[in-house]
DNA sequence: CGATATATAGACCAATTGGTCCATATATTG
DNA sequence: CAATATATGGACCAATTGGTCTATATATCG
């Protein structure tokens, strides 16, 4: 996973992937059938990490506002300094595969919907707590709030500061809260 | 430019290069260089137009309100449907190359700083005129719209409807302007 | 221990990659 | 028209691509 992580899918050759599963040629073929298997294996695999993390971060039993803040800082972690210049495996293989590979563009737009689901059902948890801004909607913001998102993952690549993106995603969440 | 901005970098091979120029190899080869070399161009073409459509949209002798809406309108067109699908070319690069490639990162850097600087003067000059909605600052409104229309380029990817975006960026200018 | 199944290493393959080179057309110019 | 410069096509190249196959090592098990 980390190498496709690191270097995209085409970027991705052979001997990198036999470096990286210290298996020999044969050996990864048998187990994996070819390239494309083994990439959406790994792909499965950071869909699965990032769904793990968001039940756990918008867990329904706890307060609604705190797992927001808790998921955002979350990107926001990941998308500074080191870890947002390597990037997010999602993002990348979106924007390399999702329009020519209908296995890629299914996964994406499964996790996309689902993720907007999650966000969507913690702002309107949020709102029956009263803590919903005037005039806001839960769907509607949650979309906002996953375009923030993925944005934010497209701008580390600059590398940003934490404190910067940290305050900005506070300052975003702070329209919707109150 | 075409060629790149549907295929990407890795995947654009020089016959698809040379079906798209009309070259033969000799005379990419002495015009361009190489493919590196020519891909540059085509992505300083593509800034190019994003700074002009930008210099347009946000000119300073415009409503500075309007001016917004009409950058945010152009995302939306170009983030659904169809031209969703085949995504941007600035963000595709980001992800697939900036990490490795200097060349491209420098560009991609300086023109997102410029894309924030214009969109934190629109937004200053909103302020100025009383437009802007209670305890928003200027520069983190514009951080936080420009991470939204990158995510907007992300998701675009599954081809949304046209009245879902729209809606989704009014409803972020929302929370900003009054 | 000996037989059998399994995993491994890496030689090998055709196709494709980005890139060079030159013989021939096609202009250009005196 | 002749001489020269320039542009063009495409043969050609080494390196790399993803992928196969087999001889050998290593377990497994009766």
Request: proline share 3%.
């Given at each position: 996973m980390n190498v496709f992580w690191s270097r995209g899918y085409h970027a991705?050759?052979?001997p990198d992937l036999l470096r990286a599963t210290k298996l020999?040629?044969?050996?990864?073929?048998?187990?994996f059938g070819d390239k494309h298997s083994l990439f959406l294996r790994a792909l499965d695999r950071y869909i699965?990490?990032?769904l793990t993390r968001?039940?756990?971060?918008?867990?329904?039993?706890?307060d609604?506002?705190?797992g927001l803040?808790?998921?955002l800082a979350g990107y926001v972690e990941r998308a500074c300094g080191a870890n947002g210049r390597r990037g997010c495996l999602l993002v990348a293989t979106a924007m390399e595969l999702a329009g020519a590979d209908a296995e890629v563009g299914r996964r994406f737009a499964s996790f996309f919907k689902t993720m907007e689901a999650r966000v969507a059902d913690a702002f309107s948890r949020a709102e029956t707590v009263g803590r919903l801004a005037d005039g806001v909607e839960p769907s509607s913001a949650a979309r906002i709030l996953i375009c923030f998102l993925w944005g934010l993952r497209v701008v580390?690549?600059?590398a940003?500061?934490?404190t910067t993106s940290q305050a900005t995603a506070d300052a975003l969440l702070a329209r919707f809260i109150k």
């Amino acid at each position: 996973m980390n190498v496709f992580w690191s270097r995209g899918y085409h970027a991705t050759a052979l001997p990198d992937l036999l470096r990286a599963t210290k298996l020999s040629r044969g050996s990864l073929y048998a187990a994996f059938g070819d390239k494309h298997s083994l990439f959406l294996r790994a792909l499965d695999r950071y869909i699965a990490d990032a769904l793990t993390r968001m039940d756990d971060e918008l867990d329904p039993r706890r307060d609604p506002v705190d797992g927001l803040r808790a998921y955002l800082a979350g990107y926001v972690e990941r998308a500074c300094g080191a870890n947002g210049r390597r990037g997010c495996l999602l993002v990348a293989t979106a924007m390399e595969l999702a329009g020519a590979d209908a296995e890629v563009g299914r996964r994406f737009a499964s996790f996309f919907k689902t993720m907007e689901a999650r966000v969507a059902d913690a702002f309107s948890r949020a709102e029956t707590v009263g803590r919903l801004a005037d005039g806001v909607e839960p769907s509607s913001a949650a979309r906002i709030l996953i375009c923030f998102l993925w944005g934010l993952r497209v701008v580390a690549k600059t590398a940003p500061a934490r404190t910067t993106s940290q305050a900005t995603a506070d300052a975003l969440l702070a329209r919707f809260i109150k």
